[in-house]
């Protein structure tokens, strides 16, 4: 072999071993990312602790979810608009937040303020176009309170 040869097997195993080790750091990097964001999702803070700051919001029929998220980053009361976006269509509140006038806190979780923004549930819903006034809160109450005979 001449040393040309050698050179250029060197010179090549190198170069692999490098595109190798910056492929690994990166796939291990975004494997940290994604595992963070995921993480996050079900286990983001509030984005102040305590008594918080009470903000209104007024959400439109024309906005989209990604709209409503932009929105309350903007206003304070959420730290990342992506973030909640999924957060949202993994909850149980998935597709059902409501256009209106809300005032929420810095101190709720996503989970509560989507609570608050798709409280008017199904239910409650189909009970007022049937015209029956309960509410879904008193429907649920009168369930608590019903004794079950044996």
């Not at 050179?7 to 490098?18: E, G, K, M, W, Y």
């Not at 492929?23 to 963070?36: K, L």
């Not at 903007?74 to 730290?79: A, E, H, M, S």
């Amino acid at each position: 072999m001449s040393g040309r040869n050698v050179t250029a097997t060197l010179v090549s195993t190198i170069l692999r071993f490098v595109v190798l080790a910056v492929i690994v750091v990166f796939v291990f990097r975004m494997a940290t990312v994604a595992y963070n964001f995921g993480y996050r999702v079900f286990a983001e803070p509030p984005v102040s602790e305590g008594t918080g700051l009470d903000i209104s919001v007024a959400i439109t029929d024309d906005m989209s979810l990604m709209d409503i998220a932009k929105l309350l980053e903007n206003q304070g009361l959420i730290n990342d608009a992506k973030l909640f976006y999924v957060q949202e269509k993994v909850s149980e509140y998935k597709d059902m937040v409501k256009p209106g006038m809300y005032t929420l806190n810095t101190s709720m979780t996503a989970e509560e303020m989507l609570a608050i923004m798709g409280a008017d549930s199904e239910e409650a819903t189909e009970s007022a176009i049937d015209g029956n006034s309960d509410s879904a809160s008193d429907m649920m109450a009168e369930d608590s309170t019903t004794e079950t005979t044996e």
